[in-house]
């Protein structure tokens, strides 16, 4: 399928509205591996039993949590339903990530994807104490999800997967289901700080990478085109946070940039009508817009 104007992505590219603000908001993200075609609902229509992704789904949403199904880079023609030969033995390498500045990554190589519905709060109060529960490890190394489900959006397939393929070969980088925001695909997710990101690019995806492997975001992705804000914070506050490290070149991922809220004044705007997904018909658009409160008379740049 090649790309279209018309594709809601494309539509959304034009505007000047920020990305800031519209990351999906979650406190834990669990991102699992499941290879094979995944339908507009990933949890429940992929190649992973129906009945388990429904209630593995509701136990990481009841953990203030999200979903994710993720799958190597490359060709995902429908089969039986198993594993990849990548897996022998059919096992599903996993990751667990707390977001937010004090983050962490957990990984695991799970042989049933049903052992992580015994998991419970307590078990998610610290990397060495999940790592033990699910025998696995902590990891150091930054992670990159981009959304390529095209059955719940194309613009994800036609926009994601050209630049996921371009990382077959680096376990950093995954495909995964649907992220939220494909308004403004290619978007991605990067672990474990829950940082969420616009219209992704190779070089793009390489800088945050590399960045991201010293605990920094990349100066490229700083400000409205590419970044949506932190999943540990609420809309408003995810605006506010990435427009003050934008103005003053905050990259620092464990920096928690708490003043924003308090210097920073976050207004909603309508926009004109736009579809937010592909097929849809046009619906009224708002962003967030941020500027400094008129009691901060600090020096900015």
Not at 8 to 37: I, K
Not at 93 to 122: H, I, K, M
Not at 229 to 249: D, I, K, N, V, Y
């Amino acid at each position: 399928m090649s790309e279209s104007r018309s594709a809601c992505s494309a539509l959304w590219d034009d505007q000047q509205n920020p990305a800031w603000g519209t990351s999906a908001t979650a406190d834990l993200v669990v991102a699992l591996e499941q290879n094979g075609p995944w339908g507009r609902v990933a949890a429940t229509e992929s190649h992973l039993e129906p009945g388990l992704g429904s209630q593995l789904d509701s136990l990481v949403t009841d953990l203030g949590g999200r979903l994710l199904l993720i799958r190597r880079p490359g060709r995902h023609a429908d089969g039986p339903a198993t594993d990849s030969p990548r897996r022998p033995g059919g096992r599903h390498r996993c990751y667990l990530a707390r977001t937010g500045p004090d983050g962490w990554l957990v990984f695991a190589e799970l042989a049933d994807p049903g052992d992580l519905l015994s998991l419970t709060a307590a078990d998610l109060t610290g990397p060495a104490a999940l790592a033990a529960r699910l025998g696995g490890r902590i990891e150091s190394g930054p992670l990159l999800l981009v959304c390529t489900n095209g059955r719940r959006d194309a613009c994800c397939a036609v926009r994601g997967r050209p630049v996921v393929g371009r990382f077959a070969d680096d376990e950093r980088v995954w495909e995964a289901s649907h992220l939220g925001g494909h308004r403004f695909a290619p978007t991605g997710v990067l672990l474990p700080w829950g940082r969420m990101l616009a219209r992704l690019d190779v070089d793009l995806v390489r800088a945050v990478l590399g960045a991201a492997q010293r605990g920094t975001l990349a100066e490229a992705v700083l400000g409205a085109r590419h970044d949506r804000g932190p999943m540990h914070l609420p809309p408003a506050e995810q605006a506010a946070e990435a427009w003050t490290r934008s103005q003053e070149g905050r990259t620092d991922l464990t920096d928690p940039v708490t003043d924003a809220a308090g210097r920073a004044t976050v207004t909603i705007t309508d926009g004109p009508d736009l579809p937010e997904s592909c097929g849809k018909a046009p619906v009224a658009t708002r962003s967030y817009h941020v500027s400094w409160r008129a009691t901060d008379t600090g020096d900015h740049p």
